[in-house]
C-alpha cells in the first residue's frame, strides 16, 4: 500500500492506470526539445517513454483519512465511458473499486470527494453504471465540484465540447451527480476542515482548483493539474496544450510552485507516476527539484 501521514492526516494513493498518453511535442507544443532530452535519464520510464517520444502519465486517486472522514481527491476516467476522442479511454474496464478496496475503502465509506477540476480523467468514478443508468458511486459522499467548471463544462452552454477531450463526461460523470442532489458547488475557497481546504488555480480549466493540507506544520499541496510533466517545474513558463488559458496557467503555477518552495511543502500532482512526490525549491528566478522520491518512501 502506498500511504504516508502528513501531520494528522493519513494519505493513500491509489491508482487506476499509468502509460503513454501523446507524444511530447503535441502535448506541450512549445517546451524545447533538448529540454526533454537533457533530463530524460530522470523522466524514463514513469514521464517519458524509453524512446523519448510518448509523455507518460498515470491516473489516480488521492485517498485521505483527516478529521474522522474519508475524503477522495479526484476519480480518474471511470469503466464503460464512451470517449471518443481519447480511445485509449473509451469504454474501459478495470478494477479501480478493487484499488480501493484494498486501501480499505468501499464506495460506501467515502465521505466526500473533491473534483480539482472536470476534465473527463478527473471525474470518471464519479459515477458507474447500473443497469443501464449513471449512479453516484459513492451514495454517502458529498462531492465537491467547481461551480466554475459545472459552468463551462455543460453542453447547454458551451457547443464546443463536441468532438473534444469532455464529449459526453459532464452528462454521464456531472450531472447524475447534480441530480441525485450529492453536489456542493464551491469559488475561490472552501475550508473542508481544520487541516484542508480548496483554493482556486484557473487556467488549466476556468474552474480548477487546489486542495492546500496544513497540519501541526506539515504542508501538502495536492496540485492537480498545475503541471504535467516535471520539466514544467524548470520550465514553468510552458503550458501543456489542455491548458485553456495560458497566461492564467502560467500565473497559477508560478504562484503555487512559490508556496510549495516557500513552505517546504510536499507536492503531490494528480498524474506522477512512480516517483510522485516531490519538494521544491526556488533555484535563482526559477525553481528545482529538490527531493523526489517514491511516494511510499516519505
Known amino acids: 500500500m502506498h500511504e504516508i501521514t502528513v501531520g494528522d492526516v493519513t494519505i493513500t494513493r491509489v491508482e487506476e492506470m499509468h502509460g503513454p498518453i501523446m507524444p511530447a511535442d503535441q502535448f506541450f507544443p512549445d517546451l524545447p526539445e533538448q529540454a526533454w532530452r537533457d533530463h530524460r535519464e530522470s523522466l524514463v520510464p514513469d514521464h517519458l517513454g524509453a524512446d523519448g517520444a510518448m509523455v507518460h502519465a498515470a491516473m ?3 485517498v485521505l483519512r483527516s478529521g474522522g472522514r474519508t475524503i477522495l481527491i479526484d476519480t480518474g476516467i471511470g469503466n464503460d465511458k464512451t470517449r471518443p476522442a481519447v480511445e485509449a479511454w473509451d469504454h474501459l474496464a478495470l478494477d479501480y473499486l478493487g484499488n480501493l478496496a484494498r486501501a480499505g475503502v468501499r464506495p460506501e465509506d467515502v465521505d466526500l470527494v473533491v473534483n480539482t477540476h472536470l476534465h473527463s480523467d478527473h471525474i470518471g468514478w464519479n459515477t458507474r453504471l447500473v443497469d443501464g443508468v449513471w449512479v453516484p458511486t459513492f451514495p454517502n459522499a458529498t462531492y465537491l465540484l467547481p461551480k466554475t467548471d459545472v459552468e463551462y463544462w455543460d453542453p447547454a452552454g458551451n457547443p464546443h465540447i463536441a468532438g473534444g477531450v469532455n464529449e459526453n463526461a459532464f452528462e454521464d460523470s456531472v450531472a447524475p451527480v447534480l441530480a441525485a442532489g450529492q453536489a456542493r458547488l464551491w469559488e475561490t475557497y472552501h475550508a473542508i476542515d481544520a487541516d484542508l481546504c480548496l483554493e482556486a488555480a484557473p487556467g488549466h480549466t476556468p474552474g480548477a482548483g487546489v486542495v492546500k493540507l496544513d497540519s501541526r506544520g506539515d504542508r501538502a499541496l495536492f496540485a492537480g493539474d498545475i503541471l504535467h510533466t516535471p ?4 520550465h514553468p513558463g510552458h503550458n501543456s496544450c489542455f491548458d485553456l ?5 502560467r500565473a497559477t503555477r508560478l504562484r503555487l510552485l512559490g508556496w510549495v ?14 516517483r510522485t512526490a516531490l519538494e521544491v525549491e526556488h533555484a535563482g528566478s526559477g525553481f528545482a527539484i529538490k527531493r523526489w522520491g517514491p511516494f511510499s518512501r516519505y
Open 60 to 62: 489516480q486517486t488521492w
Open 261 to 274: 518552495a516557500d513552505n517546504k511543502a510536499l507536492m503531490l500532482p494528480a498524474h506522477f507516476a512512480g
Open 231 to 234: 520539466l514544467q517545474i524548470l
Open 245 to 249: 488559458d495560458p497566461a492564467r496557467s
